[in-house]
Protein backbone atom coordinates (compact mmCIF):
# COMPACT_ATOMS: atom_id res chain seq x y z
CA UNK A 1 0.00 0.00 0.00
CA UNK A 2 2.73 2.40 1.03
CA UNK A 3 4.53 1.62 -2.58
CA UNK A 4 1.12 2.48 -4.35
CA UNK A 5 0.95 6.55 -2.54
CA UNK A 6 4.33 6.87 -3.57
CA UNK A 7 4.04 6.00 -7.12
CA UNK A 8 0.78 8.04 -6.97
CA UNK A 9 2.51 10.98 -5.33
CA UNK A 10 5.31 11.29 -7.66
CA UNK A 11 3.04 11.15 -10.52
CA UNK A 12 -0.02 13.31 -9.28
CA UNK A 13 1.65 15.78 -7.68
CA UNK A 14 4.79 16.44 -10.27
CA UNK A 15 1.62 16.89 -12.41
CA UNK A 16 -0.31 19.55 -10.61
CA UNK A 17 2.79 21.74 -10.01
CA UNK A 18 3.60 21.50 -13.84
CA UNK A 19 0.10 22.73 -14.51
CA UNK A 20 -0.42 25.06 -12.04
CA UNK A 21 3.30 26.47 -13.62
CA UNK A 22 2.21 26.80 -17.03
CA UNK A 23 -2.06 27.64 -16.29
CA UNK A 24 -4.32 28.79 -19.02
CA UNK A 25 -6.34 26.81 -20.94
CA UNK A 26 -5.08 23.44 -19.77
CA UNK A 27 -4.19 24.11 -16.14
CA UNK A 28 -8.52 25.39 -16.19
CA UNK A 29 -9.58 22.31 -18.09
CA UNK A 30 -7.76 20.24 -15.50
CA UNK A 31 -9.36 21.68 -12.70
CA UNK A 32 -12.73 21.34 -14.54
CA UNK A 33 -12.36 17.59 -15.22
CA UNK A 34 -10.91 17.26 -11.22
CA UNK A 35 -14.02 19.21 -9.81
CA UNK A 36 -16.43 16.77 -12.16
CA UNK A 37 -14.98 13.71 -10.63
CA UNK A 38 -14.96 15.10 -7.19
CA UNK A 39 -18.88 15.85 -7.73
CA UNK A 40 -19.15 12.26 -9.09
CA UNK A 41 -17.64 10.71 -5.68
CA UNK A 42 -19.99 13.57 -3.55
CA UNK A 43 -22.60 12.27 -5.36
CA UNK A 44 -22.09 8.38 -4.80
CA UNK A 45 -20.95 8.93 -1.18
CA UNK A 46 -24.53 10.47 -0.46
CA UNK A 47 -26.03 8.43 -2.31
CA UNK A 48 -24.66 5.28 -0.58
CA UNK A 49 -25.57 7.06 2.60
CA UNK A 50 -29.11 6.50 1.42
CA UNK A 51 -30.13 10.14 -0.43
CA UNK A 52 -30.53 9.88 -4.22
CA UNK A 53 -28.90 13.25 -5.42
CA UNK A 54 -29.01 13.70 -9.08
CA UNK A 55 -25.74 13.49 -10.80
CA UNK A 56 -26.80 15.26 -14.05
CA UNK A 57 -27.46 18.38 -11.36
CA UNK A 58 -24.30 17.88 -9.57
CA UNK A 59 -22.13 17.52 -13.06
CA UNK A 60 -23.96 20.46 -14.56
CA UNK A 61 -23.87 22.51 -11.64
CA UNK A 62 -20.31 22.34 -10.54
CA UNK A 63 -19.45 22.52 -14.47
CA UNK A 64 -21.03 25.82 -15.30
CA UNK A 65 -19.97 27.04 -11.95
CA UNK A 66 -16.08 26.50 -12.79
CA UNK A 67 -16.97 27.46 -16.61
CA UNK A 68 -18.09 30.64 -15.50
CA UNK A 69 -15.08 31.34 -13.50
CA UNK A 70 -13.16 30.74 -15.92
CA UNK A 71 -14.33 32.27 -18.80
CA UNK A 72 -16.37 35.23 -16.98
CA UNK A 73 -14.58 35.43 -14.28
CA UNK A 74 -17.54 36.00 -11.91
CA UNK A 75 -19.34 38.69 -13.81
CA UNK A 76 -22.50 36.43 -14.15
CA UNK A 77 -21.73 34.54 -10.77
CA UNK A 78 -24.82 35.88 -9.30
CA UNK A 79 -27.10 35.22 -11.68
CA UNK A 80 -26.05 31.48 -11.95
CA UNK A 81 -26.28 30.52 -8.71
CA UNK A 82 -29.73 32.28 -8.31
CA UNK A 83 -31.01 30.00 -11.13
CA UNK A 84 -28.88 27.00 -9.77
CA UNK A 85 -31.15 27.18 -6.06
CA UNK A 86 -34.06 27.58 -8.14
CA UNK A 87 -33.37 24.57 -9.99
CA UNK A 88 -33.09 22.68 -6.93
CA UNK A 89 -35.71 23.55 -5.53
CA UNK A 90 -38.31 22.87 -8.69
CA UNK A 91 -36.58 19.27 -8.19
CA UNK A 92 -36.73 19.25 -4.59
CA UNK A 93 -40.92 20.40 -4.62
CA UNK A 94 -40.92 17.45 -7.81
CA UNK A 95 -39.64 14.53 -5.21
CA UNK A 96 -41.58 14.96 -2.15
CA UNK A 97 -44.99 15.12 -5.18
CA UNK A 98 -43.49 12.18 -6.42
CA UNK A 99 -43.72 10.79 -2.60
CA UNK A 100 -39.55 11.04 -1.46
CA UNK A 101 -39.82 11.74 1.89
CA UNK A 102 -36.16 13.24 2.07
CA UNK A 103 -36.79 15.83 -0.17
CA UNK A 104 -35.78 18.47 1.83
CA UNK A 105 -32.80 17.03 2.46
CA UNK A 106 -31.38 16.12 -0.87
CA UNK A 107 -32.04 19.89 -1.68
CA UNK A 108 -29.68 20.53 0.79
CA UNK A 109 -27.37 18.42 0.30
CA UNK A 110 -27.12 19.43 -3.72
CA UNK A 111 -26.70 23.12 -2.43
CA UNK A 112 -23.85 22.45 -0.50
CA UNK A 113 -22.51 20.27 -3.17
CA UNK A 114 -22.58 22.95 -5.52
CA UNK A 115 -21.29 25.35 -3.17
CA UNK A 116 -18.32 23.56 -2.02
CA UNK A 117 -17.05 21.79 -5.12
CA UNK A 118 -18.20 24.45 -7.53
CA UNK A 119 -17.87 27.65 -5.38
CA UNK A 120 -14.98 26.79 -3.36
CA UNK A 121 -13.20 24.58 -5.94
CA UNK A 122 -13.68 27.89 -8.41
CA UNK A 123 -10.52 29.18 -6.08
CA UNK A 124 -7.74 27.55 -8.40
CA UNK A 125 -9.11 28.69 -11.43
CA UNK A 126 -9.24 32.43 -9.65
CA UNK A 127 -5.87 32.56 -7.58
CA UNK A 128 -3.97 31.62 -11.13
CA UNK A 129 -5.83 34.03 -12.81
CA UNK A 130 -4.54 36.40 -10.73
CA UNK A 131 -1.51 38.81 -11.20
CA UNK A 132 1.33 36.84 -10.34
CA UNK A 133 -1.03 34.02 -9.75
CA UNK A 134 1.57 31.71 -10.75
CA UNK A 135 3.60 32.38 -7.48
CA UNK A 136 0.84 32.35 -5.25
CA UNK A 137 -1.16 29.53 -6.08
CA UNK A 138 2.61 27.52 -6.08
CA UNK A 139 2.81 29.45 -2.47
CA UNK A 140 -0.25 28.56 -1.27
CA UNK A 141 -0.94 24.37 -2.30
CA UNK A 142 3.24 23.60 -1.33
CA UNK A 143 2.90 25.56 2.11
CA UNK A 144 -0.49 23.32 2.66
CA UNK A 145 1.28 20.29 1.36
CA UNK A 146 4.59 20.65 3.45
CA UNK A 147 2.27 21.71 6.47
CA UNK A 148 0.33 18.10 6.22
CA UNK A 149 3.31 16.61 6.53
CA UNK A 150 4.68 18.47 9.01
CA UNK A 151 1.55 17.89 10.93
CA UNK A 152 1.86 13.98 10.20
CA UNK A 153 5.43 13.60 11.78
CA UNK A 154 5.23 16.26 14.66
CA UNK A 155 1.65 14.39 15.61
CA UNK A 156 3.30 10.67 15.17
CA UNK A 157 6.24 11.79 17.85
CA UNK A 158 3.70 14.06 20.45
CA UNK A 159 0.48 13.56 19.81
CA UNK A 160 -1.25 12.39 22.61
CA UNK A 161 -4.27 14.55 22.47
CA UNK A 162 -6.41 13.49 19.48
CA UNK A 163 -7.88 16.54 18.08
CA UNK A 164 -11.01 15.25 16.42
CA UNK A 165 -11.15 11.41 17.31
CA UNK A 166 -14.15 10.48 15.70
CA UNK A 167 -14.02 11.77 12.41
CA UNK A 168 -10.15 11.52 12.30
CA UNK A 169 -8.57 8.92 14.39
CA UNK A 170 -4.81 9.71 13.29
CA UNK A 171 -5.69 13.89 14.01
CA UNK A 172 -3.68 15.27 17.01
CA UNK A 173 -3.70 18.87 18.76
CA UNK A 174 0.33 18.67 18.77
CA UNK A 175 0.13 17.59 14.92
CA UNK A 176 -2.25 21.01 14.30
CA UNK A 177 0.40 22.96 16.67
CA UNK A 178 3.42 21.19 13.82
CA UNK A 179 1.40 22.18 11.05
CA UNK A 180 1.21 25.56 11.23
CA UNK A 181 4.76 26.02 12.46
CA UNK A 182 5.61 24.45 9.28
CA UNK A 183 3.12 26.25 7.12
CA UNK A 184 4.36 29.42 8.32
CA UNK A 185 7.94 28.96 7.85
CA UNK A 186 7.68 27.38 4.35
CA UNK A 187 5.02 29.78 3.67
CA UNK A 188 8.00 32.32 3.51
CA UNK A 189 10.62 30.81 2.07
CA UNK A 190 8.36 29.91 -1.08
CA UNK A 191 7.86 33.92 -1.07
CA UNK A 192 11.36 33.79 -0.97
CA UNK A 193 11.92 31.46 -3.53
CA UNK A 194 9.30 32.67 -6.23
CA UNK A 195 10.21 36.14 -5.96
CA UNK A 196 14.34 34.84 -6.87
CA UNK A 197 12.72 33.53 -10.47
CA UNK A 198 10.30 36.49 -10.87
CA UNK A 199 6.94 34.40 -10.21
CA UNK A 200 6.34 37.26 -7.65
CA UNK A 201 7.42 40.96 -7.57
CA UNK A 202 10.21 41.47 -6.04
CA UNK A 203 9.61 43.25 -3.61
CA UNK A 204 6.86 41.12 -1.90
CA UNK A 205 7.22 40.46 1.72
CA UNK A 206 7.89 37.98 3.48
CA UNK A 207 5.66 38.20 6.16
CA UNK A 208 2.93 38.18 3.49
CA UNK A 209 4.13 34.20 2.60
CA UNK A 210 3.95 33.64 6.27
CA UNK A 211 0.73 35.35 6.85
CA UNK A 212 -0.88 32.47 4.09
CA UNK A 213 1.08 30.11 5.49
CA UNK A 214 0.09 30.41 8.52
CA UNK A 215 -3.82 31.05 8.03
CA UNK A 216 -3.89 27.84 5.55
CA UNK A 217 -2.68 25.51 8.16
CA UNK A 218 -4.86 27.03 10.71
CA UNK A 219 -7.89 26.38 8.00
CA UNK A 220 -7.46 24.03 5.79
CA UNK A 221 -7.81 20.67 8.08
CA UNK A 222 -11.63 22.06 8.01
CA UNK A 223 -11.44 20.45 4.70
CA UNK A 224 -9.51 17.43 5.10
CA UNK A 225 -12.37 16.89 8.35
CA UNK A 226 -15.35 17.81 6.58
CA UNK A 227 -14.78 15.53 3.79
CA UNK A 228 -14.15 12.81 7.20
CA UNK A 229 -17.68 13.59 8.11
CA UNK A 230 -18.99 13.01 4.55
CA UNK A 231 -17.18 9.21 4.82
CA UNK A 232 -18.50 8.70 7.86
CA UNK A 233 -21.92 9.49 6.95
CA UNK A 234 -21.86 6.92 4.08
CA UNK A 235 -19.85 4.20 6.17
CA UNK A 236 -17.14 4.22 3.56
CA UNK A 237 -13.18 4.31 4.39
CA UNK A 238 -12.36 6.51 0.77
CA UNK A 239 -14.58 8.55 -1.26
CA UNK A 240 -12.68 6.44 -4.27
CA UNK A 241 -10.49 4.15 -6.00
CA UNK A 242 -9.54 6.57 -8.45
CA UNK A 243 -5.09 7.18 -7.08
CA UNK A 244 -3.42 4.11 -5.75
CA UNK A 245 -3.02 4.13 -2.04
CA UNK A 246 -4.85 7.50 -2.02
CA UNK A 247 -8.60 6.45 -2.59
CA UNK A 248 -10.74 9.36 -4.43
CA UNK A 249 -9.84 12.77 -5.78
CA UNK A 250 -12.04 14.12 -3.03
CA UNK A 251 -9.56 12.67 -0.46
CA UNK A 252 -6.66 14.25 -1.87
CA UNK A 253 -8.38 17.97 -3.01
CA UNK A 254 -10.18 18.21 0.46
CA UNK A 255 -7.66 20.57 1.92
CA UNK A 256 -6.42 22.16 -1.54
CA UNK A 257 -10.02 23.60 -2.38
CA UNK A 258 -9.73 25.67 0.75
CA UNK A 259 -6.04 26.75 0.29
CA UNK A 260 -6.98 27.95 -3.14
CA UNK A 261 -9.87 30.03 -2.39
CA UNK A 262 -8.13 31.44 0.77
CA UNK A 263 -5.58 31.91 -1.28
CA UNK A 264 -7.04 34.08 -3.63
CA UNK A 265 -8.76 35.76 -0.94
CA UNK A 266 -5.56 36.49 1.22
CA UNK A 267 -3.81 37.95 -2.09
CA UNK A 268 -6.68 40.31 -2.80
CA UNK A 269 -6.30 41.27 1.20
CA UNK A 270 -2.15 41.71 0.13
CA UNK A 271 -3.15 43.89 -2.66
CA UNK A 272 -5.80 46.60 -0.47
CA UNK A 273 -2.95 46.68 1.77
Do not use: C
Not at 220 to 230: A, K, Q
Amino acid sequence: MLSQRVKAALVFVPLVLILMYFGGWVFNLFVLVLLLFAAYEYTRLFRHAGYQLSLPIMLAGVGLMVVERWVFAEAYLGLLLTLMILMTAIVALSDHERGKKDAAVVFALHLAGLLYLGWVGGGFIALRALEAGRGWLLTALPSVWLADSGAYFIGKWLGVRKMAPKLSPGKSWAGLVGGILTGTVFGALLVLLWRAVAFLPAGTPLWQGALMGFVLAVLTPVGDLLVSLFKRTAGVKDTGSLIPGHGGILDRIDSWIWAALLGYYLVQLFQAL
